[in-house]
């Protein structure tokens, strides 16, 4: 089974600048995860996803993160315009419910650092 | 509200001797528990998970972590070093809805040789 694919690994930008990552979860995953990790913390979650719908968004930064999964599987995430703050690596999970509970299997990440 | 606390920052062991990573939980309902591990510039991968069966559970790697509900404990243990068990350690609650992960902020375990 395919794991969890994220692109690009790496990106370099200038504050003010817009930037995306792309992501394509394991096939049959109904639920896709964003999430940006500061170093040296925990990752912190920034949106979330059940097939196309957002379930929850309460800590995206809405005036310059986006997010869309058109057709319920692959997702991008957008940034516009960048900040210094926002250099950090941006995680990709997703998860199918079983009768086992709920895990989730992430992504290689994508490390956006902002000059 | 759910939450983890991961006790050490940092944690050291020599080579071959007993792992063992702390995490206490706070759950308002019964908790679903996961420890995941991160490898320098990769993404986290689930070690192991409690889901309300079996209190002791084996994951991956040869590590293994025990449910305790009266120390509101999930401290994450392994026999042996190795070094290829350098990396950093996550504990994870899922949230009322088993719908989300609410993660700690992570112990990274060094070995020693």
């Known amino acids: 089974e395919a794991g969890v694919a994220q692109s690009p690994r790496y990106k370099i930008i200038e504050k003010r600048q817009s930037v995306a990552f792309w992501c394509n979860p394991i096939s049959g995953h109904a639920t896709l995860y964003w999430y940006q990790q500061i170093l040296g913390q925990g990752p912190k979650l920034l949106i979330q996803?059940?097939?196309?719908?957002?379930?929850?968004d309460s800590q995206l930064p809405k005036d310059r993160f986006s997010a869309e999964r058109l057709k319920g599987v692959d997702s991008t995430l957008k940034i516009q315009p960048a900040k210094l703050e926002d250099s950090a690596v941006y995680l990709c999970?997703?998860?199918?419910?079983?009768?086992?509970?709920?895990?989730?299997?992430f992504g290689p990440g994508t490390r956006l650092l902002v000059l | 509200a759910q939450s983890v606390t991961q006790l050490g920052s940092h944690v050291s062991v020599s080579e071959g001797a007993l792992v063992l990573l702390r995490c206490n939980y706070s759950s308002s309902v019964p908790p679903y528990l996961f420890w995941y591990v991160q490898y320098p510039n990769q993404g986290l991968q689930l070690l192991l998970k409690y889901t309300s069966a079996a209190t002791l559970v084996k994951g991956i790697n040869g590590f293994e972590a025990e449910f305790k509900k009266s120390e509101t404990s999930f401290h994450l243990t392994k026999p042996s070093a190795h070094m290829s068990d350098a990396a950093e350690y996550f504990c994870?609650?899922?949230?009322?809805?088993?719908?989300?992960?609410?993660f700690g902020k992570g112990t990274r375990l060094h070995i020693l040789p």
């Open positions: 996803f059940q097939n196309n719908g957002v379930v929850d």
């Open positions: 999970a997703s998860s199918s419910r079983t009768s086992g509970g709920v895990a989730q299997y």
């Open positions: 994870a609650v899922s949230d009322q809805s088993h719908d989300k992960i609410i």
